[in-house]
């Protein structure tokens, strides 16, 4: 009972510094802790008796671009996560006990006490970022479009409902008036949960509770008080997110951030704000919606961004390295660093330096995120890339194996570059999308393009660019890990294979496992209809089709012909999928067929498997030279001609090539 009756007189406050404790004891090293004491020291301002970081300190620390504009929505981030567990209190003085929390979520040290996963941080997060105004919840509805996603809301009250309540109070300012419609149908259908809804209480909250011991009181009252119903991420605030998350996604423990800042100038910064938008209209129709709401963030972004928010690591890790501390030092006196992180009062000034000191460097001295130049591939898409594959495969990493630019727009010239590669790689194509012909006919299309629509079935979907936005440049790309090889009867590759589109939309089509028509390689003229395929069936041979007459396209498919001229992925979405699963963020039918601009592959590996690829075609170039060099030495052409006779490699009606 004593027990007892101590939880009950123990205050927010206290609670609050005791998970902070736990969370420096749990989740730091000694040696960070001391760097965090620091750094902590060297950039607090004080009032009275509090310790605290404003917004423009924290800025400066971890060197956000001014041009981002993107300080304030990490300082409302903050000031909200800084609140945890009891965020009702937000926003939080950033004191040092708020901080230390912040650092532990933000980099995902807190798994090492809270064994929850992703899903409740992303809640969290989704709560940091939102801002709840009644004004834009309550917008009135425009009807229906092909683009409405009708069941978001129902996935909401799933996740989340409860009573209205303030995110983060003090949110920055919102980036749209009033007056645009909301795609989905709103959150009135969470107001018919009831006292159901209340019932949903934040996983993280409640383990974070649990982990220090703590009775039931604490885990009712004002705990639903930050709900996301009505609250929505502003357009414009998480448009700035995402462009600091692009540049700092191949950002390492120990490089700094301005390293990168030739990214945020001129046309680079162009760039960056293109891929951010790109990346935005998978989650919002920008035209219609102020803002994204939980249903779309908590349906999207697991599938097509699930590692969007990784950048966080290794930008608040600098906060656990010290420019006072050098490696190349050594102490004098021995000096225990055990006895300051258990110390009970962690918010005390560091002490002596401990033996062994630690620096941030810069990152001038590394190989550029992307080794090799390409036409498609670039920076900004190679940090978007990382938002669904892990970036350990893709930053200094990546070798262009083939640019059709460079080598050739030809089949030969992409399996002489491509099948000796036996490591995952990234084919990546980029096209000018191809006009529907007025009369929904095919017929008075010349050329090549007339040959290759004539080629695909007559039904055609309207283009997968959401309203308002008409860009005709389209890229696509495809994940595969397994090698490159022709394809007779059968597809290659497997369930990590991948299917995705870069822009005009991001989208992510992961491997479904109601068939294995992953891909396959067809070269003339074996194939009715030679070329690369995606997600379609094996292409059927010339000999068993007599009157091959259409393509047949997979319900979600890519097809790139063999002149690697002309392209079209199809989203079949009332097919509800085949090889790969239809997409999470269109729901409904499109397609885009477009003129090939360029197609790059690139290899995903290191030394080793660049190595085993020059061996490959060395090996290959000399076996085709003794293959060149094989005659029969006598210098007598009939002479020799009769033998190959003999052999039947030339005459009696065959054609066995020149013997000159």
């Not at 004491?37 to 301002?45: E, R, S």
């Not at 890790?317 to 420019?323: A, H, Q």
């Not at 007025?438 to 017929?443: E, L, R, V």
Request: hydrophobic letters at 35%; glycine letters at 8%.
């Amino acid at each position: 009972m004593g027990q007892a009756h101590s939880e009950e007189v123990r205050s927010r406050e206290d609670i609050s510094a005791e998970l902070a404790e736990k969370f420096a004891r749990k989740c730091f090293e000694p040696l960070e802790l001391y760097c965090f004491k620091d750094n902590f020291k060297a950039l607090a301002d004080q009032q009275q008796h509090i310790r605290y970081l404003k917004e423009d300190v924290i800025s400066k620390f971890l060197e956000l671009p001014d041009v981002l504009n993107v300080s304030p929505v990490i300082f409302q981030m903050l000031s909200y996560i800084g609140a945890f567990p009891f965020l009702e209190d937000a926003p939080a003085v950033l004191g040092f006990e708020p901080m230390i929390i912040c650092v532990a979520i933000l980099t995902d040290r807190y798994t090492k006490i809270l064994a929850k996963g992703a899903a409740t941080r992303r809640k969290l997060l989704f709560k940091s970022l939102a801002v709840y105004d009644r004004k834009l919840s309550e917008i009135e509805k425009r009807p229906a479009s092909p683009t409405v996603d009708a069941g978001d809301d129902e996935e909401a009250t799933k996740e989340d409902g409860g009573s209205s309540g303030t995110a983060a109070a003090g949110a920055t300012g919102r980036s749209h008036a009033p007056g645009f419609a909301i795609d989905e149908a709103g959150d009135e259908e969470d107001d018919d949960l009831g006292a159901a809804g209340d019932a949903d209480d934040d996983e993280l909250v409640l383990a974070a509770l649990n982990s220090l011991d703590l009775n039931d009181a604490f885990k009712t009252g004002d705990l639903h008080a930050a709900s996301t119903r009505g609250a929505m991420i502003p357009a414009d605030n998480f448009r700035r997110l995402i462009m600091l998350l692009l540049l700092v996604a191949p950002l390492g423990p120990q490089e700094i951030l301005s390293t990168y800042a030739d990214r945020v100038a001129g046309d680079e910064l162009e760039g960056l704000r293109d891929t951010a938008n790109n990346i935005l209209s998978s989650l919002i129709n920008v035209e219609r919606s102020p803002g994204i709401t939980f249903a779309q963030f908590r349906r999207i972004i697991p599938t097509n961004l699930p590692f969007l928010f990784q950048g966080f690591s290794s930008l608040f890790e600098k906060f656990l390295f010290s420019r006072n501390l050098d490696f190349s030092k050594k102490r004098k006196e021995s000096v225990s660093t055990t006895g300051t992180a258990g110390s009970s009062s962690i918010g005390s000034p560091p002490s002596s330096p401990p033996a062994i000191r630690r620096v941030r460097t810069s990152s001038s001295s590394l190989p550029p995120v992307l080794r090799d130049k390409g036409h498609i591939l670039t920076p900004n898409l190679v940090s978007q890339l990382s938002f669904f594959i892990p970036g350990s495969e893709l930053f200094r990493r990546l070798r262009l194996l083939y640019s059709g630019a460079d080598a050739g727009f030809s089949m030969g010239s992409f399996e002489t570059k491509v099948f000796n590669w036996r490591a995952p790689t990234l084919l990546l194509v980029s096209g000018t999308r191809l006009a529907e012909s007025p009369s929904n006919s095919h017929h008075h299309v010349q050329g090549a393009e007339g040959l290759f629509t004539d080629s695909l079935p007559p039904r055609r979907f309207p283009d997968g660019s959401p309203a308002g936005r008409s860009e005709d440049r389209v890229v696509f790309g495809l994940l595969v890990k397994q090698p490159w090889r022709t394809a007779h009867r059968e597809c290659f590759g497997d369930a990590d294979t991948l299917l995705f589109q870069l822009s005009p939309v991001h989208d992510v089509f992961r491997a479904s496992s109601m068939n294995t028509n992953y891909v396959s390689f067809a070269k003339p003229p074996s194939a009715a209809f030679p070329g690369i395929t995606v997600g379609c069936p094996p292409p059927k041979s010339a000999t068993a089709s007599r009157h091959p007459t259409l393509r047949t396209l997979g319900p979600v498919s890519l097809v790139i012909d063999s002149s690697f001229e002309y392209g079209v992925f199809t989203h079949d979405y009332t097919s509800r999928g085949g090889a790969f699963a239809t997409s999470c963020a269109r729901r409904y039918d499109f397609q885009d067929r477009f003129q090939i601009e360029d197609i790059e592959v690139w290899g995903c590996g290191g030394d080793d498997e660049a190595k085993a690829q020059r061996e490959r075609w060395e090996w290959e170039h000399r076996e085709a030279e003794a293959r060149r060099r094989i005659n029969l030495g006598t210098g007598d052409r009939e002479a020799d001609r009769a033998l190959l006779e003999m052999a039947g490699l030339v005459g009696n009606n065959r054609s066995g090539g020149s013997i000159n």
